[in-house]
């Protein structure tokens, strides 16, 4: 399985700013996704990382909210802007494996927004 | 829609003992694959064990094992000799086979007692 990373670990940021996570991989793959897990509950996806192209964001979620970017095969980032209290959550990248369908999870960021 | 139920909030079991977490979902579909993910409180999302829809043969990965009934659509996990490391949240997920979207149940908290 992919070995994932995530930036930050977990951040405290006061509401009506924006954080950007960033998820590294250490191999290419084609699939990247984000999800969003709020407090004691399970998790949702918010949109599929496309390299090359727009992301693909689930209902509910809109790029203006959750802008996403996709620069190579290894890296992508997930923008949370404007926060309010209702952002804190676990934000977690995952990756799927070429081939396979299954997908490997990043360590996940703890928002906290105040 | 595909949906995803467990309808164990909280579990509990002594340490060296089976336990057996439950899941059962709603599809339309005959390809897809199943998945088990463990949520210790690192909030690293860890693959437990995955099962393709098309085998008969029920997954098992060491003290882990599942029971897949496709016609009862349910796909209950068996953790056999207990051990502390395993107290966690565990979830179960569905995902359609060339589709991209994990759809995870509301999850089971695992306590194992010493």
């Known amino acids: 399985s992919a070995v994932i990373s995530q930036k930050p670990s977990r951040d405290i940021c006061q509401r009506g700013t924006s954080l950007t996570i960033q998820c590294q991989v250490d191999?290419?793959?084609?699939?990247m996704f984000w999800y969003r897990q709020q407090p004691g509950q399970s998790l949702t996806l918010i949109a599929t990382?496309?390299?090359?192209?727009?992301?693909?964001?689930e209902s509910g979620f809109v790029i203006d909210k959750f802008p996403i970017s996709r620069p190579n095969l290894t890296f992508s980032t997930l923008t949370v802007s404007n926060m309010s209290p209702e952002d804190s959550s676990i934000y977690l990248c995952?990756?799927?494996?070429?081939?396979?369908?299954?997908?490997?999870f990043g360590p996940g960021t703890r928002l906290t927004v105040l | 829609a595909q949906t995803v139920t467990q309808s164990q909030p909280e579990m509990s079991v002594q340490e060296a003992e089976t336990v057996t977490l439950s899941c059962t979902y709603d599809?339309?579909?005959?390809?897809?694959?199943l998945f088990w993910y463990k949520q210790p409180p690192s909030r690293q999302m860890i693959l437990v064990i995955r099962q393709e829809a098309y085998k008969q043969q029920n997954a098992t990965e060491n003290r882990f094992s599942v029971n897949f009934q496709k016609a009862a659509k349910s796909f209950s996990l068996k953790i056999s000799d207990s051990q502390l490391g395993d107290a966690a949240m565990y979830f179960c997920a569905y995902l359609f086979q060339g589709a991209q979207k994990l759809v995870f149940g509301q999850g089971t908290r695992l306590t194992i007692n010493p």
């Open positions: 599809t339309s579909e005959s390809d897809y694959y």
């Open positions: 191999s290419q793959v084609t699939m």
């Open positions: 990382a496309n390299q090359g192209s727009e992301a693909t964001y």
């Open positions: 995952s990756v799927g494996t070429d081939g396979t369908d299954t997908q490997y």
